[in-house]
C-alpha cells in the first residue's frame, strides 16, 4: 500500500465541464468567473470575491491596495509565499512567534512587534484552524492597523459561526493539497468596494473597464499584473466549491479516527487543539512529537510508503535569505518546527488507508520502545 500525503478529489462533474468550457473557446477570464465568485461570496457571506491565478498573487493584491509601506507583521511558521509577497511589495515583513498549542501567531507576541512603522498584520491560519481573530481584530483596530488573512489552508473553517478571510482582506489558496482546487488558483475576499475596485484593476494589467468612449478603448490608470484566473479553472473552482461541506465533512471523519487512535500510541503525541467556537478545516492534519524522533518516524513513513512531511521546518526566519529581517527571539516557533509531522489526510482515504498509517506509527514506538 503507497499512501500520498495528499490528494486532489476531483471527478466526471469537473472534468465535464471544464472539457465543455474549452470547447467554447472562451479560454481566458470569462462567465465561470463571475459564478465562482458569487457563489463564493455566498458561501462566506461576503460582498465582493475576485478569483486569481494564486493566493500569493492574492496577497500582493491585499498588500498593494493598502496604498502605503511599511513593515508587516506575520508568523514565520508558515510558507514562504506570505514572506514573498510582503517583499515584493517593497515592504519589510516583522517575524512574530507562535501559539505551541494552536500553531497560530500569537497576540502577545504581536504586542511586542508593534511599531510606529507597523501598517498591516498578515495572519496565517495554520493547517486549517483559524486564528483568534476576535482577540487580533480588537487589537488591531486599536492600533489603527488592517488584516490580511492568510486563508490558504482554511476554506470553510469559522469561529462562531465567522467564516475566515472575512475579518480582513482574505486569501485563499486552490492549490492540489488545499480544501478544493483549480490546479493553480486564488480568492481574493473583502467587503471593502474601494479594495474590490482597485484589485480587479490591479489583476487585469491596470485596465479601468469605466473608461471606454468607444467599444476598442483599453486605458491602463495604474501598473498592474495579469493576475488572472482562465475560464476552465473558474469552471471546475465552481463545481469543487459546490462539495466544500462534503470534503470538509470527509477531513473531520478521518480527522477525528487520527485522534482518537494516535492519543492511544503516546501522551507524548499531541493531536491537533480546537478551541471551543473554533471549526477546523483540516486542510493539513499535523501532530507533534519529541523532537528527538520526529526524523526517524518521518524516514521509517516513507520507508512504509506513506508520504509524511513537516510543515514547516524550517520556519522563514531562520532561511537564509530572510535572516536579516528577524529582531526577535521565536522559542515556539523553533520548538514547534523540530517536532512537527504532517500525516496523509485528503477527502477521499479510506479507512483502511487511514488504520495502516496508525498501525505504522504505533509499530515505530513499538520498535523502538518508546
Not at 470553510?156 to 486569501?171: D, E, P, Q, V
Not at 499531541?270 to 520526529?294: C, D, L, N, W
Amino acid at each position: 500500500m503507497k499512501i500520498p500525503l495528499c490528494k486532489p478529489s476531483i471527478d466526471k462533474n469537473e472534468i465535464n465541464l471544464v472539457t465543455k468550457t474549452l470547447r467554447s473557446n472562451w479560454l481566458t477570464h470569462g462567465p465561470y468567473n463571475v459564478k465562482f465568485e458569487e457563489l463564493f461570496n455566498k458561501k462566506l457571506n461576503t460582498k465582493y470575491s475576485i478569483a486569481m491565478n494564486s493566493c500569493t498573487s492574492a496577497l500582493e493584491c491585499a498588500i498593494k491596495s493598502l496604498g502605503i509601506k511599511g513593515e508587516i507583521i506575520i508568523p514565520s511558521f508558515t510558507w514562504v509565499s506570505t514572506a514573498n509577497a510582503v517583499l515584493n511589495c517593497g515592504s519589510k515583513p516583522v517575524f512574530a512567534d507562535i501559539d505551541y498549542n494552536t500553531r497560530n501567531i500569537d497576540i502577545n507576541s504581536i504586542t511586542k512587534c508593534i511599531t510606529k512603522k507597523t501598517i498591516a498584520i498578515i495572519v496565517v491560519h495554520f493547517a486549517g484552524l483559524p486564528c483568534d481573530m476576535n482577540k487580533i481584530s480588537k487589537f488591531c483596530k486599536s492600533k489603527n492597523i488592517k488584516i490580511i488573512e492568510d486563508s490558504a489552508e482554511t476554506l470553510g473553517a469559522k469561529i462562531n459561526n465567522k467564516y475566515t478571510g472575512t475579518f480582513g482582506i482574505g486569501c485563499f489558496s486552490f492549490f492540489p493539497t488545499k480544501n478544493i482546487t483549480t490546479t493553480e488558483g486564488g480568492m481574493l475576499t473583502t467587503n471593502n468596494k474601494r479594495t474590490y475596485n482597485f484589485v480587479k484593476k490591479l489583476i487585469a494589467h491596470g485596465i479601468d473597464k469605466n473608461i471606454k468612449p468607444n467599444f476598442w478603448h483599453r486605458e491602463a490608470t495604474l501598473p498592474g499584473h495579469n493576475f488572472r484566473m482562465p475560464n476552465h479553472l473558474a469552471a471546475m473552482g465552481y463545481i469543487q466549491l459546490k462539495k466544500i461541506a462534503k470534503f470538509n465533512n470527509a477531513r473531520k471523519k478521518i480527522a477525528n479516527l487520527y485522534n482518537s487512535e494516535l492519543s492511544k500510541i503516546s501522551n507524548k503525541i499531541r493531536v491537533p487543539y480546537v478551541p471551543s467556537g473554533f471549526t477546523h478545516s483540516y486542510q493539513m492534519y499535523t501532530i507533534t512529537v519529541e523532537a528527538k524522533i520526529r526524523n526517524k518516524l518521518l524516514n521509517f513513513l516513507k520507508k512504509n510508503n506513506i508520504e509524511a512531511s513537516a510543515h514547516f521546518d524550517p520556519p522563514l526566519h531562520l532561511q537564509k535569505y530572510l535572516k536579516k529581517f528577524n529582531k526577535n527571539k521565536l522559542y515556539t516557533t523553533e520548538k514547534l518546527s523540530r517536532e512537527i509531522l504532517t500525516l496523509p489526510i485528503f477527502p477521499d482515504m479510506s479507512k483502511k488507508e487511514v488504520n495502516y498509517v496508525i498501525k505504522t506509527v504505533n509499530k515505530f514506538y513499538k520498535l523502538n520502545n518508546l
